[in-house]
């Protein structure tokens, strides 16, 4: 059993132990362990029931919170609030081989989902890469011009491409989930 002291009640602590020095009677310090105990318990229900009414206050689109998204042809769209950061997953780095440019658009650029915005050229082919989701583009990930080979060693973190404000959220709805692209890369291995 591990006991959690709210921090409202540690500042009474100097109190607790000051009125434990003026009475050493035994039956003080139980009174004081008591109240004390008697307090950290409604202090734990008051987190309890708080913690019970988070998930009643969240709202559809806030489920999509930093969830992420995979397109058929290996682009991930992770989501945060209406902000989409795109790449290209493992998978398509793997498949690709050592990636030597990457072609980006124009922050202010707007784009259809499945619109090519940009390209990756490796040491084996050359790659189209598609938008997930429509939008325009905020941001672009400058580091890749300098290192694309970035793309190989970092691909669904540092590596991402494009940032894209979403101008019709519900275009998520037609992308898979981490599961259903797993079994989409397993089913393409064979």
């Known amino acids: 059993l591990c006991l959690i ?3 409202q009640l540690l500042s009474h602590n100097i109190i607790i132990e000051t009125y434990l020095t003026s009475f050493p009677y035994s039956s003080t310090m139980a009174s004081v362990s008591t109240v004390f105990a008697n307090a950290a ?3 734990m229900v008051q987190a309890v029931r708080s913690s019970r009414s988070i998930p009643q206050k969240l709202s559809y ?3 999509r919170l930093m969830s992420t998204y995979y397109t058929p042809a290996h682009e991930y769209c992770k989501v945060d609030g209406n902000i ?3 790449g290209i997953t493992d998978f398509a780095q793997a498949a690709l081989g050592d990636i030597v440019f990457v072609d980006l658009p124009e922050p202010g650029d707007d784009f259809e989902a499945k619109d090519s915005f940009g390209s990756v050229e490796s040491v084996k082919a050359a790659s189209d890469v598609y938008a997930p989701v429509s939008g325009k583009v905020t941001e672009i990930n400058e580091n890749l011009s300098d290192e ?11 590596a991402w491409f494009i940032k894209l404000e ?6 998520l709805d037609g992308l ?9 890369c397993e089913n393409e291995s064979h």
């Open 176 to 184: 898979m989930n981490a599961e259903q692209y797993k079994e989409h």
């Open 41 to 43: 318990r409604r202090s």
């Open 5 to 7: 002291i709210p921090q």
């Open 61 to 63: 689109g806030s489920l």
């Open 148 to 158: 694309p080979g970035l793309v190989n060693t970092s691909a669904e973190s540092d």
């Open 84 to 86: 989409a950061t795109i």
């Open 166 to 171: 979403m101008s019709d959220e519900s275009e």
